[in-house]
Structure formats: C-alpha cells, structure tokens
C-alpha cells in the first residue's frame, strides 16, 4: 500500500490571501454581532463585552486582551504560529474599526443575524486555522493549562465560555444572549464537522 504524499507547506502568498480572507469573514461576523447587539464566545466575546460596557471600540480591546496570550502562544505552539496569530489579531482588529464605516444594515433579523454571524466566523476561523494560526486567546491558555496540569483544554474554553455568558445576562437583554448562543453553536458545528485532520492537513 503505498503511504499519502506529505502535505505541502503553504507559501507566503497563500498565506497572505487566507489570513486577508479569514479576518474578512470574522471582521463581518462581528460587525453583525455588534451591530445586533449580540456577543461570542472566547476572547473576541470579552472584547464586545467590555466594548459595550465601557463604549471603547471592540478593535482595540479585542487588540489588548489578546497580548497576555501571546508569550503562552509561543511557549505553546512555537514562533511561527504565535506571529501568524499576532498578525491575523491585528487585522481583524483593524478591520473591525473599518467595516462599520463601510458596511450598514438596514434590516437584519436578530435570530438570523446570530446563525449568519456563527456561519461567517466558523469559516474565516477554519481557513486561519488551516494556515497555521489563530485569533489567540482562551484556547492557547486550555492548551497551556493541559500541558501543566492534564485538566483537557477544551473543558477551559467551556468554563470560560459559561462565565462570559453569564456575566452577559447582567449586561444584555436575556433573548439576545441566547441568539448569541445559537450562533456560536453553528460557529463552532461548522468548525466541529469541517476542520478534521483526518480529512485535510494544513501547515
């Protein structure tokens, strides 16, 4: 039986395209989200959440809550994967500062905003993931944490999820938290069902 060639390493200019395009897809996730008034999960959901309690603009501290994660980042899953992640970060925030300006919404349904805004970010996080990187945050630390202590990462990002959404009842109006649940059930089903090592290796 003959073994499957090696996957091939992405160039730079792959790269490059699918981080512009990873970033656009989440940018417009959130632009949506926000615009609803709806909140996500991780540390994209802390960033909208603090963005809505203190009014400061959701690029910039989505920015700044992921810097602590970076130095994990690098212990964790090395150079590379921590500047592509870094980079990609700075996109989305910068993108998230400029959609809104060029991107308005005269009607959007709120229920159907939240599987719009999970069906556009669980893509643009696949095709980052695909390229070796990240939006940081909550995720590196699970890994870091497992590493230490063999409490499963995934259980971390659970955890800190549940607390995120429930601090957003005391924030939000209660329908609304729970259309954001619905769009990150279909964020990361599309994630679960699409993003399979055993049916595409990325690097």
Known sequence: MTQPAAPTAHTPIEDAQAFALGTAL???GVTMLTHLGLITGQTAGLAVLVSYATGLSFGIVFFCVNIPFYWLAWVRMG???TLKS?????L???????????IVFETL???LGAVLVGAVTGLGLIV?????ASL???GILGLFIQDRTGFRAGYTQLIFDLCLFAVAFTIIAPGLVLYSLAGA???NLIIATNHRPDRYTGR
């Open 26 to 28: 989440c940018a417009l």
């Open 79 to 81: 150079p590379k994967f």
């Open 86 to 90: 870094f980079l990609c970060v700075a």
């Open 92 to 102: 989305l925030s910068g993108m998230a500062e400029i959609f809104p300006q060029m």
């Open 109 to 111: 349904d709120p229920l």
């Open 128 to 132: 980052l993931f695909r390229h070796g």
């Open 136 to 138: 940081g945050g909550i």
């Open 185 to 187: 059930v279909v964020a």
